[in-house]
């Protein structure tokens, strides 16, 4: 069992975020210090790189690196004027992790200039591209979101509005994607809604986000969620916002992904109606009501992912909620730590147990989904070397067992050690007293504003809403990175 999961070298036990976005219109903020800002905000959904476009009405600039929204842009944004921009971090799903990849993407064609930024995963992009490649276009990064870029420019269209409906109807897979012109944004999302993405009101302007913690940093008001296979197009600083729906063939259900609710968005955002932080909650009552042979004396959580989770767990079995564990937040990712060694301590770096809470104790540890099992088995060693009796390790996701295609890196489902073994087999791997994972019914249940059918549960069931795992076998290896 050991040998098995040690050959994989596995750099780390959660799923990564895939990408946010952020954009705004107006002729009276400052608009790059507010990007700025939505990024900063959006940070947890990707550490790679950023980026920042503003546009004048004449010419677009552009500033963007490696490394977090901090630290790109330590000098500030003040040398990026204008009335217009979108931003970008990123966490590469598709495309090396390298410069030439980093969004937002800018293109001069015969429309003017045109810059994107994009959230998601197109499952056919290998096979866009190699068509136009044929065509005689040049590509130069290897994401997907370039694709969507070329299409646009292709299209003989007389608006860009009919330009970009064209474009996205021939893409499919997960996709929030903000467009930028000379003088106008396009917000543009899939016709399932894999991806989240919000529309919000300044006092004198509009934003489109990933997430709406970002309008909380920029003094912007949630209006709405973009619907799926909505177009929105923002070429003014009060008039509303038109609107259309692009999507041709449009899906009877949305199927908006889970893990949002689960472990990527921010406790205080809102999505499709849906408060992340109430679902969390709710997600550690229901797997409180499936577990009701456990008699623990506390409830920990594995933070921060964990917490409101375990809060629910503690509040349904009346159990105290205790912090059993510290998190140092001033540690970066382990994978980036340059010795075996120092990889080898990157749990106990960035998390150690507080002895006085757990030594002695029967304890439940709550967490949001166990991806490959290295971690959690660190740290219920960290926890019984602290001393805790027992530890019933529960989670507020079901067991991880297939590829998630849409912007999220679980594309080798070799690594999913749920895919592989047993719950049992899995207790045993990580030490545990008993390993627990919550129900996808009672997990549904937890999401209540969001209609059960709604949902995208591929990770957990290999049904993927738009067939995407038939379209990725039959992509061509060779042309995405």
Not at 33 to 44: D, E, F, R, S, V
Not at 422 to 451: F, P, Q, V, W
Not at 462 to 479: F, G, L, T
Request: charged residues 25%.
């Amino acid at each position: 069992m050991e040998q098995i999961f040690e050959e994989q070298n596995f750099s780390e036990d959660k799923l990564h975020e895939e990408c946010g976005v952020f954009g705004i219109f107006s002729h009276n903020e400052d608009v790059a210090l507010n990007t700025y800002w939505g990024l900063y905000a959006l940070q947890h959904r990707g550490q790679e790189s950023t980026g920042i476009v503003v546009t004048d009405g004449e010419r677009m600039k552009i500033k963007k690196g490696m490394g977090l929204v901090a630290d790109v842009f330590k000098d500030g944004v003040a040398d990026l004027q204008g009335y217009a921009a979108i931003g970008h971090v990123r966490y590469s799903t598709t495309g090396a992790s390298m410069p030439y990849n980093i969004q937002p993407l800018k293109v001069y064609f015969d429309g003017g200039n045109l810059a994107l930024s994009h959230n998601g995963n197109l499952t056919n992009a290998g096979q866009l591209r190699a068509n136009l490649a044929k065509e005689g276009a040049v590509f130069n990064t290897t994401v997907d979101s370039e694709v969507v870029l070329t299409l646009i420019a292709y299209s003989a269209r007389p608006t860009i509005e009919e330009r970009v409906a064209e474009a996205v109807n021939q893409i499919k897979g997960a996709f929030a994607i903000l467009l930028m012109t000379d003088n106008k944004i396009i917000a543009v999302r899939d016709p399932y809604g894999f991806r989240p993405l919000v529309l919000g009101k300044m006092e004198n302007g509009w934003c489109v986000a990933s997430e709406s913690c970002a309008f909380d940093l920029v003094g912007a008001e949630l209006v709405r969620d973009v619907k799926p296979g909505e177009m929105i197009i923002i070429d003014s600083d009060n008039s509303e916002p038109r609107s259309m729906m692009w999507a041709e063939n449009k899906p009877a259900k949305p199927a908006h992904c889970i893990f949002e609710y689960v472990y990527f968005a921010r406790n205080d955002s809102i999505i499709d109606n849906q408060s992340v932080y109430d679902a969390r909650i709710q997600m550690g009552r229901e797997l409180a009501k499936e577990t009701p042979d456990i008699h623990p004396d506390i409830v920990i959580s594995v933070p921060d992912s964990g917490t409101p989770a375990a809060i629910g767990y503690a509040m349904e079995a009346g159990v105290p909620f205790l912090e059993g564990l510290t998190k140092n937040r001033y540690v970066g990712r382990t994978f980036i730590q340059p010795t075996q060694k120092q990889r080898a301590n990157a749990v106990r770096l960035k998390l150690n147990p507080v002895r006085s809470v757990v030594k002695g104790k029967s304890v439940v540890m709550v967490d949001d989904s166990i991806v490959r099992g290295t971690t959690s088995g660190k740290i219920v060693k960290l926890l019984k070397e602290a001393g805790a009796r027992e530890v019933h390790v529960c989670i507020s996701s079901p067991p991880v067992t297939d590829s998630c295609y849409y912007g999220i890196d679980t594309s080798e489902r070799k690594e999913l050690i749920a895919a592989r073994c047993t719950e049992n087999e899995i207790c045993r791997y990580i030490g545990a007293d008993s390993l627990h994972y919550i129900s996808l019914d009672g997990m549904k249940r937890a999401i209540d504003k969001i209609d059960p059918e709604g949902l995208c549960c591929a990770c957990f069931s290999a049904k993927y809403p738009d067939n995407a795992d038939s379209v990725i076998k039959a992509e061509p290896e060779s042309i995405i990175e």
